[in-house]
């Protein structure tokens, strides 16, 4: 499924909201998502995104680690689903979304949270989240970098 698609997808899920084991599951899914798509990038994408592509995969790795594995059946898992990338400053557009939407998401679970564990938990998650919607902005900023600099034919 194009990348775009499955980040849509995302972004509903998490709005949809629920309980918070449930919008942990959705910030988890968004984490893998961007760690798929970083994956992907760093290996079929444009050559100048690739070391930070590399670090994408990382930070939203570290992400999905410190919420733990949500019991998932292979065909909810909307990373295992990404065939396409399509365009690449879209996806990223639509990532850097996602990744924002999931830093609120994890505030709010964080405020109401009930153990200092989740907390603790959620802090570690926003970290992650922020740090993964940086490295998509510098991902733009080179594409737009190499807009300028590549002349129309």
């Not at 190499?146 to 002349?151: F, K, L, M, Q, S």
Request: hydrophobic share 45%.
């Amino acid at each position: 499924m194009d990348a775009v698609r499955l980040i849509v997808t995302s972004r509903r899920a998490l709005a949809a909201g629920g309980s918070p084991p449930d919008l942990l599951t959705e910030v988890w899914q968004a984490q893998a998502l961007a760690q798929a798509i970083g994956s992907r990038l760093a290996v079929t994408g444009p050559p100048e995104l690739r070391g930070e592509a590399l670090g994408l995969t990382e930070l939203a790795g570290r992400g999905c680690g410190v919420l733990g594995t949500p019991q998932l059946a292979l065909e909810d898992l909307r990373a295992a689903q990404l065939t396409d990338l399509g365009d690449a400053r879209q996806a990223l557009t639509y990532l850097g979304g996602l990744l924002g939407e999931v830093g609120i998401a994890l505030v709010g679970i964080a405020c109401a949270a009930a153990d200092e564990s989740t907390y603790w938990q959620c802090m570690e998650a926003i970290d992650a989240a922020d740090e993964s919607r940086d490295r998509v902005r510098e991902m733009l900023r080179r594409l737009a970098d190499r807009a300028e600099t590549v002349p129309d034919r």
